[in-house]
């Protein structure tokens, strides 16, 4: 194993931690890029390595369970298997490709290997049946072996309150020749260049153009070209939508006529709730007329862009 040692990760803050991941391509970013991640695009990694600022992403109850779960995880690892793991306590990188990080969660003492540690839910335990590894995950593995020359990654799960599974992946070449091919393209030809990957309808994407293309000028006219085939699909989702929207309305008030003043009702299946909401908003129509001069203080301008489409017959 060839461990070439960017940084050491021993008593290192998490701000810190954070401006490092911006220097490259980790792991967990490789699932994305290859669009394998069900959570996150690559647009959503795009936006986190080019702002400049590192933001920290919401913590929320997983990534908590996740983060402290992983001595546990490691120690059923070695219970189960008889092997023994360090921590590596560094982020490394690919010579050949610096651009290319891994601050992997164990290594395997005795072998030219490593351990990915993972916990899940109840409700994602068929993402791991019959020998499944989800194929994030495996890419991740496949991106430590690529920085580490390893020859073989282990990924150990926890399916919360029901089992522990574990797998060895065996390196690849193939497909590591194809994820450093992936990550050096999405490197060079969108984050050095600062250019945004291909449109993918996610939020992110959505936020990254209001960044690049916040302010329209009303000077500026240009002719559309290639695009009437496409925008000829956007009318026909449009209409998809409405209908679906009143079919599903339509099944919402026949169940509110069953239901009358009833607060809850539940069936086998379903338990559908409808209940009173009391909430207090600002008339500011009233404000605006009554107290002029409060409101210009309390008025907030923000501006934005509003994309329409009309068919020219």
Request: net charge negative; hydrophobic share 35%.
């Amino acid at each position: 194993m060839k461990l070439n040692k960017l940084v050491s990760t021993l008593d290192m803050d998490h701000e810190t931690w954070l401006q490092y991941r911006k220097k490259g391509i980790g792991g967990s970013d490789a699932g994305s890029i290859c669009g394998l991640n069900p959570y996150s695009t690559a647009i959503s990694v795009f936006q986190d390595k080019t702002q400049l600022q590192a933001e920290e992403k919401a913590d929320n109850e997983a990534m908590r369970q996740g983060r402290d779960l992983e001595e546990y995880v490691a120690r059923r690892f070695t219970e189960e298997t008889g092997k023994k793991v360090r921590r590596a306590n560094a982020i490394f990188y690919k010579e050949e490709q610096p651009f290319m990080l891994a601050n992997v969660d164990r290594l395997i003492v005795g072998e030219n290997a490593g351990l990915e540690c993972k916990t899940a839910s109840a409700y994602s335990a068929d993402k791991w049946k019959d020998g499944h590894i989800p194929e994030s995950y495996e890419i991740q593995c496949h991106h430590y072996m690529a920085v580490t020359g390893a020859d073989a990654w282990y990924i150990a799960c926890v399916i919360l309150g029901k089992e522990f599974i574990w797998h060895k992946i065996e390196r690849d070449e193939e497909v590591i020749q194809m994820l450093i091919r992936l990550e050096a393209e999405f490197w060079n030809d969108h984050v050095l260049a600062n250019k945004m990957p291909a449109p993918d309808g996610s939020k992110a994407a959505e936020e990254l153009l209001a960044k690049y293309y916040g302010s329209s000028d009303p000077e500026k006219t240009i002719s559309l070209v290639g695009f009437d085939e496409k925008l000829k699909r956007r009318a026909e989702i449009a209409a998809l939508q409405d209908k679906l929207d009143q079919e599903k309305k339509q099944i919402e008030q026949e169940v509110k006529i069953y239901m009358e003043d009833a607060e809850r009702a539940d069936s086998d299946s379903f338990s559908v709730s409808w209940k009173s909401v009391v909430s207090n908003r600002v008339d500011s129509k009233k404000l605006k007329a009554d107290y002029p001069d409060v409101y210009q203080k309390c008025v907030k301008t923000s501006e934005s862009r509003r994309f329409t489409v009309k068919e020219i017959a």
